[in-house]
């Protein structure tokens, strides 16, 4: 499954994707190996990009500075854009 999704105003450190199937589903480490993570300015330009093992290592949902990078996301009108390709290992059918 190749993945290429734009996500307007949320920065990619607040998401959380998952894969499942009828079948099985993969941990989120998989997950996060196969994708990169950047957040795009309004040229389309990559401001930052964040890839595996840990792409959100420098972001703690718990930390007090992390509201003034949410808010300097919004003010640089920023999106998430999230691609890749994740290998989808059984399907029933």
């Given amino acids: 499954m190749n993945i290429d999704i734009d996500f307007p105003n949320v920065p990619c450190y607040?998401?959380?994707i998952g894969v499942s199937t009828s079948v099985n589903s993969?941990?989120?480490?998989?997950?996060?190996?196969?994708?990169?993570?950047k957040h795009m300015d309004q040229n389309e330009n990559a401001v930052l990009s964040m890839t595996a093992p840990n792409?959100?290592?420098?972001?703690?949902?718990?930390?007090?500075?992390?509201?003034?990078?949410?808010?300097?996301?919004?003010?640089?009108?920023?999106?998430?854009?999230?691609?890749?390709?994740?290998e989808i290992t059984k399907v029933t059918g």
């Fill in 14 to 16: 607040l998401l959380d």
């Fill in 26 to 37: 993969m941990e989120t480490n998989e997950i996060l190996e196969r994708l990169v993570f």
């Fill in 55 to 86: 792409p959100f290592s420098d972001f703690n949902i718990n930390d007090d500075k992390l509201s003034s990078k949410i808010k300097e996301f919004y003010d640089n009108e920023q999106y998430c854009n999230v691609e890749g390709t994740i």
